[in-house]
């Protein structure tokens, strides 16, 4: 018989998907959270299928970015380099560090990718497209599990396929817009992970899945992001919420937790998230403006 105890709170390691169309913004995005969840750009390793463009990343005095550790991966991106490479890269930033994998992508539709693999098997006696899944997909899960079973944070950024769509422009005419859809990997790979950012053109990131505070965030990633992460997964204590609508209160960039709090409780007497302090802000100016024109 199976035995139950009380369940507690424990540490535990930041497990990230971005996920986004080219030129999002991912691996910055995830050069910030990994900083600002290890506090050491030495105790962060990228591994990159891009090309070798995550060089273009390190000690930029532009963007506050340090030195980290960086290998490329090239083809063929099979499953076992892919976790050879995790491996690696997860002892030599050890157990505070953070290993990035940009992409996530290649391993699945790029050359040596699961579905390669799938194409090859279902090519032998008595196999076909169908049946070939079942070799794959032990592959697929393999590696995924390897991936979240390193002991460090772990952090890596997908693909979406593209598509176009028409809006209006400033000028009133339609035009055609990129956007991103399903990530390119495995259907529902993106739910393996703790927290998922679906990020945008504009670089502004959703959380479309989440198991630790951010139920309803959205905004730009920054370091000050992976800060927060690391005080809930280390500590394991809920963060302030907004007093008017409950969810977590975070740096807008521009001011600190501390900050947003202390701010609001002396104008508003109680602790509001940035939304709903200009929330309020606009319903001050709406009701003067309506005093004076009346």
Known sequence: MVEFSAVTRAKSKARIALIGPSGAGKTLSA???????????????????????????????????????????????????????????????????????????????NEGGVLEY?????????????????????????????????NCHTIITMRTKMAYAMELNDKGKNVPVKIGLAPVQRENTEYEFDICLQINRE???????????????????????????????????????CADCGSTIMSDGKRTVQQIIEGSTKNYGRQLCMKCVCKLVKEAKNAKSETVSG
């Open 203 to 241: 670089h502004i990131a959703v959380a479309s899945k989440d198991t630790t505070f951010l139920d309803k965030w959205s905004g730009i990633i920054t370091p000050e992001l992976g800060k927060q992460l690391r005080e809930f997964l280390e500590q394991g204590e809920e963060l302030p919420r």
């Open 118 to 150: 799938k194409s090859q098997v279902a090519q032998r006696t008595g196999k076909n497209e169908y049946t070939a899944w079942d070799e794959a997909g032990k592959v697929q899960n393999k590696l995924v599990n390897s991936l979240l079973s390193v």
């Open 31 to 109: 050069l910030y959270l990994a900083y600002g969840i290890t506090g050491d750009w030495s105790k962060i390793a990228l591994i990159d299928t891009e090309h070798e463009r995550g060089r273009f990343y390190a000690e930029r005095s532009d963007l506050d970015t340090g030195a980290f550790l960086y290998a490329p991966l090239t083809p063929p991106y099979t499953a076992d380099r892919y976790i050879d490479y995790v491996q690696s890269a997860a002892k030599a930033v050890g157990e505070d560090g953070a290993v990035i994998i940009d992409s996530f992508s290649h391993a699945w539709d």
